[in-house]
């Protein structure tokens, strides 16, 4: 991974990256379809050192996962303008995340569960994790429950950037 042209602006503290990581509303999948690359916006998790996102098992994302598993992932936080007194001196508030890793598509139920465990828990609340559960296991195993791919990003390596300036 490239080293960051502003030293100042780089995040050091793994655990602000990872803070970033876990706050952070909508990431960024880059990966290569047909020798090109292709950018997906997505809802995700990340706990202990991965990602976790979810799709169809079926189409464009998860049949170039399968193909090609090696993946960079971003997210980031805009913060606001940082007016100044000349236009091209404006600049922006934000901090970001840059990451690359491995994917895997989880094959086990217990995985997945897991796994969307934590999205669910990101984004709704206590009783819609219930019924992801109750919906994921035995019987009641719903056709879009099997048809649904969830992806383990093992992240290899990241670093953070942020701009925090304030007006003068």
């Known amino acids: ?86 236009p091209c001196e404006y600049d922006s508030a934000y901090r970001s995340v840059v990451a690359d890793g491995t994917a895997q598509i989880l094959e086990t139920v217990d995985e997945k569960l897991t796994a969307l465990r934590l999205i669910v828990n990101k984004y709704a609340n206590e009783e819609a994790t219930d019924t992801l559960t109750r919906s994921m296991v035995g019987e009641y195993r719903s056709e879009r429950d099997r048809a649904t791919a969830v992806v383990k990003i093992q992240v290899e390596r990241m670093t953070g950037k942020r701009s925090i300036k304030t007006s003068t």
Do not use: W
């Open 1 to 86: 991974m490239k080293t960051i042209r502003l030293g100042e602006r780089v995040i050091d503290d793994r655990m602000e990256i990872e803070e970033i990581l876990r706050s952070a509303k909508v990431g960024r999948l880059c990966l290569c379809v047909d020798g090109e690359p292709f950018i997906i916006p997505l809802n995700f998790a990340y706990d202990e050192g991965a990602v976790y996102v979810h799709g169809s098992d079926q189409g464009l994302k998860t049949e170039a996962l399968r193909k090609h598993p090696r993946v960079c992932f971003e997210v980031d936080e805009f913060q606001g303008i940082v007016p100044a007194p000349m």
